[in-house]
């Protein structure tokens, strides 16, 4: 079972709609990562959190750490959110923070 | 600000022949390096990381090696390719404790 599970594996939106974007882990963390992967690539980190809640522009990055359990949100999905979004988690006590990835989301968001 | 630089974006290379591949960074000190690596169709996965000049940690045992020659300066290394090797090979920094991650813009890798 990897370290890092992330749900769903595809999602297919409307532009407008909410997005869900869900990752639990099994391991204890300092910091979980959301990344958001263009078709060419290139990753770009889009949060860092280790405890609530971060919010930049239509995206929202939920964690609970009791739980387990990160959420991605995208309000009013456009199709430039089309792209892959993954979740990555880093390991605690770990001074190299090295990321445990899940396998990632690719959402497409439609017209 | 920190910046990250990776080259080549993309390279062609017959089985058995040497790889480098570089990495550099601006704008910060004693950084943590990682080189990743996304194989087709498969997630990410971390091959090498440094948390200081000299120091190599390998997560996977494989044809490849890395070294730091410098502070901010991160290159992977492969004597004789595979056609395994083929993939999108990252590079990406992190301030331990600080601001996160940051990721080079990646190199695409064929093995021929």
């Known amino acids: 079972k990897n370290e890092v599970e992330q749900s769903p594996q595809n999602l297919t939106a409307q532009e407008g709609e909410f997005i869900t974007i869900n990752c639990s882990y099994s391991?204890?963390?300092?910091?979980l990562h959301w990344l958001q992967q263009h078709p060419g690539g290139g990753i770009v980190s889009l949060f860092m959190?280790?405890?609530g809640k971060k919010k930049h522009g239509r995206l929202i990055a939920t964690i609970n750490i009791q739980e387990k359990h990160s959420s991605l949100h995208i309000t009013a999905s456009h199709p430039r959110d089309s792209a892959v979004y993954i979740c990555a988690a880093v390991s605690e006590p770990d001074r190299s923070e090295k990321l445990v990835f899940g396998k990632g989301t690719k959402l497409t968001v439609n017209p | 600000s920190q910046t990250i630089h990776q080259w080549p974006a993309t390279l062609v290379q017959p089985v058995g022949s040497p790889l480098s591949l570089e990495c550099t960074v601006e704008?910060?000190?004693?950084?943590?390096l990682y080189w990743y690596r996304q194989a087709a169709g498969r997630g990410l996965q971390l091959l090498f990381y440094?948390?200081?000049?000299?120091?190599i940690s390998s997560e996977v045992p494989q044809n490849l090696s890395a070294s730091r020659p410098q502070d901010r300066q991160f290159i992977l290394s492969s004597k004789k390719l595979l056609l395994s090797d083929s993939g999108f090979y990252l590079c990406?920094?992190?301030?331990?404790?600080?601001?996160?991650?940051?990721f080079g813009s990646g190199t695409r890798l064929t093995v021929v």
């Open positions: 990406a920094w992190s301030d331990y404790g600080g601001r996160g991650y940051t």
């Open positions: 391991v204890g963390i300092s910091a």
């Open positions: 959190l280790s405890s």
């Open positions: 440094s948390v200081g000049i000299g120091q």
């Open positions: 704008g910060t000190s004693n950084p943590n």
